[in-house]
């Protein structure tokens, strides 16, 4: 057993013929019980194979080696991150020095700009979907709340992800496209760095209310770098926003 999720559980798995190991998703059909659930899990699977089998190959998003299902379940086959992710990594350390934050952000970067060229929204960038290897790759993993756009001009409305994450487009029920995923960047980078989510409070609206205000504290001992850096990722007005580009 490798996590357990609210539909599912992760399995670490040998294959028999050649001895390689992976990560076995194994989704509980009993428990997609919306057709928003069947569409979300189709979604994962046609974005993950698409990745894997076009030739969009990148070295920091997991691969999907293989699929298929039964009547209970259905199973993912993706590559293995044995040294767990970086919620672990953050719960072991607390935050993360700036030289490590700085190296496993460029990697995050890398990927985000990745899935842009190939008109990818992730929509649920977050320390537990961020996935390490034993020689210190970061991959993106979890597609679950992801969406391929049909160009680069196209938005979305859906409001999904992890509230300490949430840009404030999707928050606030607005018209959407990358810079969702910049945001959540931003909110990472900060954890990384300072040990907590920027706008973490005890109440979920609370938490919503500061992202709309651009409610966080920097603490003084974030290089002035990385402050300014945070600063321009975690602007509320898109239009004043970097661009993964640009960052």
């Known amino acids: 057993m490798l996590g357990k999720g609210s539909q599912g ?19 509980d059909k009993s ?8 569409k979300r899990l189709k979604s994962e699977v046609t974005i993950q194979k698409y990745l894997s089998e076009t030739g969009a190959t990148c070295e920091n998003i997991i691969q999907l080696k293989h699929h298929f299902e039964d009547e209970n379940n259905v199973y993912m086959m993706l590559e293995i991150c044995s040294a767990g992710d970086l919620s672990g990594l953050l719960k072991k350390k607390g935050k993360l020095a700036e030289s490590e934050a700085k190296r496993i952000f460029k990697q995050l970067v890398r990927a985000t700009k990745f899935l842009k060229k190939h008109l990818i929204l ?6 537990g979907n961020i996935f390490i290897t034993t020689n ?3 991959k993106i993993g979890d597609f679950g709340c992801s969406a391929k756009l049909k ?23 607005e018209e ?14 900060y954890i990384m760095l300072v040990g907590k989510p920027p706008f973490e409070s005890r109440y979920v609206k609370q938490t919503y209310r500061r992202i709309m205000n651009e409610d966080y504290v920097m603490p003084k001992f974030v290089s002035e770098e990385a402050q300014d850096l945070l600063k321009n990722i975690l602007k509320k007005n898109v239009d004043e926003r970097l661009t993964i580009e640009q960052i």
């Open 9 to 27: 559980n992760v399995y670490e798995v040998k294959n028999r013929k050649d001895g390689h190991q992976y990560a076995l998703k194994v989704i």
């Open 31 to 38: 428990f997609l019980k919306r057709k928003q659930e069947i």
């Open 122 to 127: 992730h929509r649920d960038l977050k320390p």
């Open 176 to 189: 959407y496209s990358y810079s969702c995923d910049v945001w959540s960047l931003g909110c990472i980078l």
């Open 136 to 138: 210190d790759t970061v």
């Open 151 to 173: 160009n680069m001009h196209e938005r979305r409305k859906s409001q999904l992800g992890t509230p300490n994450y949430l840009s404030p487009e999707i928050n606030n029920a």
